[in-house]
């Protein structure tokens, strides 16, 4: 399964908001945030108004607000919104839909595309928020790295 | 005793839709009563009455895995869902696997079943290292791949 452009757009866009109900941010916020188009999030962050997810703030600092519940919505939520289905990229189509092959490959195929589902529907937003609170309050790859290099490293006696 | 294990068959017949009393019994004379067996049935009682159980175990060298606990029961009356009735008995299970000295904890839950994933997920749990596989017996016509 691909995931597009548009889905993690709109994960970004829905956690971001999801942090905190009451803040309200721009489109332009998010998009530099995330190092990512201005132009193809505003275009997500529509069709998640009309989703419901999130909320249109107009006037002086306007921008947008999370209007759904963090422990209800799931990632799976968001992800629907902007994936037609979520098949693995097995291709079986016309005659080999009657092969043994095909229909095996076909198996395996709804088989990722079960668990697929079933991951995503299981994780809500709060969920993830705080997997991400714990991933931001662990140290990165290189601050261990540098970490390590300014400790003494005294062999053991 | 008699009165704890009725409320538990009770109760686990309206949150699973099935009465499996013989099968509580076992796990009575299994569970409960049974000194340093690193086998755990907690209960939840409110104002006298059993709201909420979870059943676990300590499980060792299964295909391999290291000594690792097991949540394999949980049951939580509908009142009071939402109440962390359930997080509050599984944290209390998790404490008991810590003083048994293991060092992850493990579940199964029904890829259908959104509600005990979701609740499982919200408790720090993530996919784990195994994949469980199944063979339909009634589907086969005792062929062997």
Same mark, same amino acid.
């Given at each position: ?10 994960? !970004? ?7 905190? =109900?009451?803040?309200? $941010? ?43 519940? /963090? ?53 809500? $937003? ?5 997997? @991400? @609170?714990?991933?931001?309050? @662990? /140290? ?14 005294? /062999? $053991?006696? | ?19 499996? /009393? ?5 796990? !009575? ?24 159980? @979870? ?49 992850? *904890? ?13 609740? !499982? ?7 784990? =290292? ?13 062929? *062997?791949?």
């Amino acid at each position: 399964m691909k995931i597009q452009k548009s889905t993690t757009f709109a994960l !970004f866009a829905v956690l971001e908001l999801a942090r905190d =109900p009451e803040v309200q $941010l721009a489109t332009g916020e998010i998009a530099e945030a995330y190092d990512i188009s201005v132009h193809h999030l505003a275009k997500v962050m529509r069709q998640l108004v009309r989703a419901g997810l999130i909320q249109s703030v107009r006037g002086a600092g306007g921008g947008y607000k999370f209007s759904a519940n /963090p422990n209800r919505i799931t990632l799976y939520d968001v992800v629907a919104l902007f994936e037609d289905n979520l098949a693995s990229d097995f291709e079986v189509s016309g005659a080999s839909v009657g092969t043994g092959i095909g229909r095996a490959l076909q198996m395996v195929g709804d088989e990722i595309e079960d668990l697929t589902r079933a991951t995503l529907q299981s994780i809500t $937003l709060t969920t993830l928020l705080r997997h @991400a @609170a714990r991933a931001e309050a @662990a /140290p990165t790859p290189v601050e261990i790295r540098e970490a390590v290099l300014e400790s003494d490293l005294e /062999p $053991l006696t | 005793m008699a009165g704890d294990y009725q409320r538990i068959v009770d109760l686990d017949t309206e949150t699973s839709g099935v009465s499996k /009393p013989d099968y509580w019994q076992d796990i !009575f004379n299994q569970y409960v009563g049974v000194e340093d067996n690193q086998r755990y049935l907690l209960v939840a009682d409110l104002a006298g009455e059993t709201v909420g159980f @979870a059943l676990g175990e300590v499980r060792a060298w299964e295909f391999g895995s290291p000594p690792c606990g097991w949540v394999f029961g949980l049951g939580v009356t509908a009142d009071v869902r939402e109440h962390r009735v359930g997080s509050v008995l599984v944290q209390a299970m998790f404490s008991h696997f810590r003083s048994d000295g293991v060092a992850s *904890v493990r579940t199964n839950v029904s890829r259908r079943d959104t509600l005990n994933l979701s609740f !499982f997920r919200s408790l720090g749990m993530t996919a784990g =290292p195994y994949v469980q596989l199944e063979f339909s017996l009634d589907d086969d016509d005792g062929a *062997v791949l």
